[in-house]
């Protein structure tokens, strides 16, 4: 049987969207995950249980006032129903049964919930049963901080268990949004080639929020599921290798383009980098977007010079280590891109290879794509790199070859951008 939002939910749903979403930063995530206790996982799951279904509130509500009557479409519908319900599995979560005297330490202090919506896990957990409290890092109003390693009862971890797989579930069930949405904009972009710049912002902001939800979960989960491993912090790599990453992204594109044009040996990618680099980032963003942009150049160099050539022009990958910033520079000879079609290729329907055909029931896992031809490898490489503070540019020079530059923010301690 269909899903169907109830007027009851709704009213929920409009009052959660009244509560700003609170971005968390990369540095954040690494200070907070490191050797988690069970206290400390709780009161992850105490934050994710806040603030998951407010960032979910929010995309119901935008899905609801789409410009020209586009909430009515079944797959904008489909979508929705799919948030609603995740909204509704967060908010029905029982509060966990803990013992009188946890309760009464852990709702000691309530600072924290001054501004936290009704029906929510309302319990604090601010304080340890020492008292003692780490070093917190300040989030909006409230605070996600470790706490001290106790007899935590067989409740507290018993409740992480049950909301992570409750989160991973949710997780599972939001997979086909981003090629479900995109039939939206391809259908826009049918009836027009003008650049709809009210579908482009909410299509930024919904798959920035989408990134900024699927990387709490994935965190939780892994804080909550995977044994500790010196270099990661939940998905987080402390020592990510840049070369390393380079490379392999370079092979698995070079495999696929050899597999889609039938070549025997894809053009060349050089890296020029530092064997040593390294720096904290989240390897599978860092991958996605490598890929992403190397694909694009060996499509551009392929497809400039045919498949029936004894060498291609090698693509070069060059690395530049700065204060701020690590960049990584794609460079390719494949021709380049008309100026006018610049601001084309940000959009999420752009390309100029086959349209790939968009089945709503096609699930697509995050990190896997077709050589090209959904239109959205830019402008959701862009996000992916934004999310943490960096960039992405890309520079053409119409009738030789593209430049793109990748900026990955080593501070890593922008806020999410959630607005
Ligand atoms: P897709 O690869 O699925 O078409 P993208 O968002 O990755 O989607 O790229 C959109 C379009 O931008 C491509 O179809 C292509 O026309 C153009 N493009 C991207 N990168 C390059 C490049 N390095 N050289 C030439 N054209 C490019
Ligand atoms: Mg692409």
Not at 58 to 83: A, T
Not at 89 to 97: A, G, R
Not at 365 to 390: N, Q, T, V, W
Request: glycine share 6%; with cysteine; charged share 25%.
């Amino acid at each position: 049987m269909a899903y169907r939002i109830t007027s009851q939910l709704y009213e929920k749903i409009k009052h959660f969207a009244r509560f700003p979403p609170t971005g968390v930063s990369l540095r954040q995530m690494v200070m907070f995950g490191q050797n988690p206790s069970q206290g400390t996982l709780l009161r992850a799951t105490q934050f994710l249980a806040d603030e998951l279904p407010i960032r979910i509130a929010h995309r119901v509500k935008e899905l609801d006032n789409l410009p020209h009557n586009l909430s009515e479409m079944p797959s904008i519908i489909k979508v929705k129903n799919w948030y609603a319900q995740s909204f509704e599995d967060l908010v029905n979560f029982p509060k966990p049964e803990l013992p009188p005297i946890i309760r009464e330490k852990l709702s000691a202090n309530s600072a924290e919930q001054t501004k936290l919506p009704d029906n929510v896990p309302n319990f604090s957990i601010n304080l340890t049963n020492s008292g003692k409290l780490k070093p917190s890092v300040p989030i909006g109003h409230r605070y996600y901080s470790n706490i001290d390693d106790l007899d935590w009862p067989p409740e507290v971890r018993y409740y992480n268990e049950k909301f992570t797989k409750l989160i991973e579930a949710i997780k599972r069930r939001h997979d086909p949004v981003v090629t479900t949405v995109g039939i939206l904009e391809y259908k826009q972009h049918k009836k027009s080639a003008v650049i709809d710049t009210d579908i482009q912002a909410f299509l930024d902001r919904f798959y920035m929020s989408r990134i900024g939800i699927r990387m709490l979960i994935g965190q939780h989960v892994a804080l909550n599921r995977l044994p500790s491993r010196s270099d990661y912090v939940g998905i987080i790599c402390t020592k990510t290798n840049i070369a390393q990453t380079v490379q392999d992204a370079a092979d698995n594109a070079r495999f696929i383009c050899e597999e889609y044009y039938g070549l025997f040996r894809a053009p060349e990618i050089q890296t020029y980098c530092p064997h040593d680099l390294i720096f904290t980032y989240v390897p599978t963003h860092l991958s996605h977007m490598l890929f992403e942009l190397l694909k694009n150049s060996l499509r551009a160099v392929v497809e400039l010079f045919g498949d029936d050539v004894d060498e291609y022009p090698p693509i070069r990958v060059i690395v530049a280590e700065g204060k701020e910033d690590i960049t990584i520079k794609i460079s390719d000879e494949g021709g380049g891109i008309p100026r006018s079609n610049i601001p084309l290729v940000w959009t999420y329907m752009y390309t100029t290879a086959e349209v790939q055909k968009l089945d709503p029931d096609f699930i697509d896992s995050d990190f896997k794509a077709p050589m090209a031809g959904f239109g959205y490898g830019l402008p959701i490489s862009r996000l992916y790199a934004r999310y943490f503070g960096g960039d992405l540019k890309l520079i053409s020079m119409e009738g030789f070859g593209t430049d793109v530059y990748l900026h990955l923010n080593r501070i890593s301690n922008s806020d999410e951008p959630l607005h």
